[in-house]
């Protein structure tokens, strides 16, 4: 049986060097421990590149598809997709200022209130009271798990309205397959990574998982462009490549637990989770910080080899 996978042997070797090269470096000093990454081609489904940690020898455990995490804001996209499909749109204003809901007040961290903003600048700077704002216009947890579900994240999610910060646990494949749809044009797609089978020289019937439509064609451009936004002048910039249309978002959990960036470029979803397996904080770890600086260097490695 002659098996060839959808690996692309030099992205999936910048992954692993780039990976290595940041827990052993700055990662170490911040108290990281582990990272994961994953890469996909968003129109297919396919995996370009896996890495479940950062030594398979050492620790088989796969961080990229069983670990499963609180991705924080990462999980915002999906509160704005939901806010779309109820009519909002990208210009349209937010309040940013304190809310609280059944006695519980999220967090702005350290943005400065504005009073109202737009709901393209509350995703592209992660503003937390924004979002369960615009959670609300949505409709409230219900529709916002409904789209979540719609694009390729299994949940479970709960029905409280923290799910806007990202409280339902997932994994880093999912979470990238989920934002598959925003950078293909709306098509929800599921994960492979056996592109063709043959046995004594004759092909084995072997057939991907097909694409089907998730979102609105406008729905994922409105989405393309608010993580267009927070790459170029959010919280992801360090992700920013010159000459390249990079577009993503970041994500860390209560206390410094996991970081996240998850970013799209050339037909190709990455996602990056940072964090420890016992759960221990990172010292001032945030998704805009290593996270978007490692997808960076992996798409710069990955450039390079290609030249």
């Known amino acids: 049986l002659l098996l060839r996978t959808t690996l692309d042997s030099r992205l999936q070797a910048a992954v692993e060097a780039r990976l290595d090269a940041l827990l052993a470096g700055p990662g170490r000093a911040a108290g990281v421990a582990q990272g994961a990454v994953v890469a996909i081609d968003a129109a297919s489904g396919a995996v370009r590149a896996m890495a479940g940690g950062r030594d398979y020898r050492t620790s088989p455990f796969n961080r990229a598809t069983q670990a499963r995490r609180q ?12 806010a779309l499909e109820a009519g909002a749109a990208p210009d349209d204003l937010v309040a940013d200022g304190p809310v609280s809901l059944g006695g519980w007040s999220p967090g702005n961290g350290n943005w400065r209130s504005r009073g109202e903003i737009s709901i393209e600048d509350a995703f592209a700077h992660s503003v937390n009271t924004a ?19 719609r ?5 479970p999610f709960p029905p409280e309205a923290s799910i806007a910060l990202g409280t339902a646990e997932v ?13 293909n044009g709306g098509n929800r797609v599921a994960p492979f990574g056996i592109a063709e089978a043959r046995a004594e020289g004759r092909a084995v019937a072997w057939l991907p998982p097909a694409a ?10 409105a989405m393309r462009r608010m993580m267009a936004a927070t790459v170029a002048r959010g919280t992801g910039r360090a992700a920013a490549v010159p ?10 959990t209560q206390d410094n637990r996991d970081a996240w960036f998850i970013g799209m470029a050339g037909g190709m979803v990455m996602g990056v989770w940072l964090g420890n397996d016992d759960a221990t904080p ?6 805009g ?11 710069e490695a990955a450039m390079l080899a290609r030249r």
Do not use: H, N, W
């Open 71 to 82: 991705p924080g804001s990462a999980f915002k996209a999906f509160v704005y997709l939901a």
């Open 131 to 149: 979002a369960v704002r615009v959670m609300q216009r949505a409709g409230g947890p219900r529709p916002v798990a409904a789209a979540a579900q």
């Open 151 to 155: 694009a390729g994240l299994p949940g």
């Open 171 to 183: 994994t880093l494949i999912d979470l990238v397959t989920a934002y598959a749809p925003f950078a």
């Open 212 to 221: 089907a439509p998730a979102i609105t064609p406008a729905q994922a451009a």
């Open 243 to 252: 000459g390249v249309a990079v577009a993503g978002k970041t994500g860390t």
């Open 282 to 287: 990172m010292e001032g770890v945030a998704g």
């Open 289 to 299: 910080g290593l996270p978007a600086r490692l997808f960076r260097e992996i798409l």
